[in-house]
Each structure stands twice: as structure tokens, then as C-alpha cells.
T-cell receptor, first 117, second 114 residues
Framework: DAGVTQSPTHLIKTRGQQVTLRCSPK?????VSWYQQALGQGPQFIFQ???????QRGNFPDRFSGHQFPNYSSELNVNALLLGDSALYLC????????????????FGDGTRLSIL | AQKVTQAQTEISVVEKEDVTLDCVYE???????LFWYKQPPSGELVFLIR??????QNEISGRYSWNFQKSTSSFNFTITASQVVDSAVYFC???????????FGSGTRLQVQP
């Protein structure tokens, strides 16, 4: 039973570039959330996708966008990269029965470590 | 607004010692959920436990136990007879009905020395 898989593992970009990170949820999960974790801090919620729509968004600028595909996999896109975007980006998936989203444990992938030069 | 505070930034113990990680939360919601996650050096957040606001029973799972006290808004985590493999960063997190996001604390780094 495959868990949450993310690609790539590491990525190095320069300021101003754009990046796309990918996530495949755990088998049987239909909801994907993205988090940003700066060094030494707890993860910060970026947004969550369910039924191919963004359902909730954290305090992140429009440079951060996403997409969910019919097979539940998801992408996180970041435009106009800044030095401050350097972080570990974590994808989490969950299964949301009866549309009750908040009580299901989220299962996390290993993350993509993004470094901006 | 929701908030999770983990006041202990780093704890160092010797193997076989018991250790308690503190978590204090703030929320105005009456129905909410508390979680603990473990983050080893590999980076993956490993789910340990979920507790809802209506269930104040303490829980024990092997060497792990959790103490939930609504009166003090705390959800503390105790590891009994710690082992080197317990070394990791531990995060407490909070969500509530209608709020899809997990709100994490800043984490507690536990180092277990042999």
C-alpha cells in the first residue's frame, strides 16, 4: 500500500523562476493539502484540494497556486520565486467521508526540499 | 484564531528515561481535534494519534501515552523508557470542524542519548 509520494526530492532554483512540485496521495485518499515548512519551524498550511477544487487557503500570496487531477494527484506551482520560498514543501492526503474534513488524520509525504539561490 | 504552543524547543534525555512533551492549544471552536506527529530526520511527518474534544480519556499505546486536559487546554505526550530511535522532532497540531487546515506548533526536538 503506497503512501504519499512527492517529486522531486530536492530542487534548486534561482530567484524569479517558477517551480512545480508533484504529489500522489495515499491509496484511497481523495483530499490533498500542501504545507510549507521553513527550517526549524512547524508546517504552515498553503491550501487544500478536494474534488479538483481549492477548498481552503492559508495566508500565502497568489504566486502559490495548485491543481488537483481526476486521479486525486496534485501539483503545487510557485511563480516568481523569492529567497524566502526556500523550505521543505510537504504534501498530505486524507480521506474525507461525509464531507467532514477536519477530523481525518492527514498522512504526509517525505517532502520536496526547495532551495532558492 | 487557532494557536498551538510547544514551549519546549529542545529536550535531551538519556536512554530509558521518561520524557513528557508539552502542548497547549487555543481555539474558540467547541468541536476540535488534536494530533501528534513525529518528524524524523528524513522529513516525513508520521501520524501518532488523534483525539477529539469530546473524548478526554487518556490513551496509552506501548511506550507512548497522551494526557488530554480540556480545563488547561493541554494535550501532553509522554514517552516511557525512551530509546535512541525516539529521537526526532515532535509536533502537536489542531484542527476543528469546518477548518480544513492543521495548525501546528513549532515542534519539540527530542534527543535521546545512548
Amino acid at each position: 500500500d503506497a503512501g504519499v509520494t512527492q517529486s522531486p526530492t530536492h530542487l534548486i532554483k534561482t530567484r524569479g523562476q517558477q517551480v512545480t512540485l508533484r504529489c500522489s496521495p495515499k491509496s484511497g485518499h481523495d483530499t490533498v493539502s500542501w504545507y510549507q515548512q521553513a527550517l526549524g519551524q512547524g508546517p504552515q498550511f498553503i491550501f487544500q484540494y478536494y474534488e479538483e477544487e481549492e477548498r481552503q487557503r492559508g495566508n500565502f500570496p497568489d504566486r502559490f497556486s495548485g491543481h488537483q487531477f481526476p486521479n486525486y494527484s496534485s501539483e503545487l506551482n510557485v511563480n516568481a520565486l523569492l529567497l524566502g520560498d526556500s523550505a521543505l514543501y510537504l504534501c498530505a492526503s486524507s480521506q474525507n467521508r461525509d464531507r467532514v474534513f477536519s477530523n481525518q488524520p492527514q498522512h504526509f509525504g517525505d517532502g520536496t526540499r526547495l532551495s532558492i539561490l | 484564531a487557532q494557536k498551538v504552543t510547544q514551549a519546549q524547543t529542545e529536550i535531551s534525555v538519556v536512554e530509558k528515561e521518561d520524557v513528557t512533551l508539552d502542548c497547549v492549544y487555543e481555539t474558540r471552536d467547541t468541536t476540535y481535534y488534536l494530533f501528534w506527529y513525529k518528524q524524523p530526520p528524513s522529513g516525513e511527518l508520521v501520524f501518532l494519534i488523534r483525539r477529539n474534544s469530546f473524548d478526554e480519556q487518556n490513551e496509552i499505546s506501548g511506550r507512548y501515552s497522551w494526557n488530554f486536559q480540556k480545563s488547561t487546554s493541554s494535550f501532553n505526550f509522554t514517552i516511557t523508557a525512551s530509546q535512541v530511535v525516539d529521537s526526532a522532532v515532535y509536533f502537536c497540531a489542531l484542527s476543528s470542524t469546518g477548518r480544513r487546515a492543521l495548525t501546528f506548533g513549532s515542534g519539540t526536538r527530542l534527543q535521546v542519548q545512548p
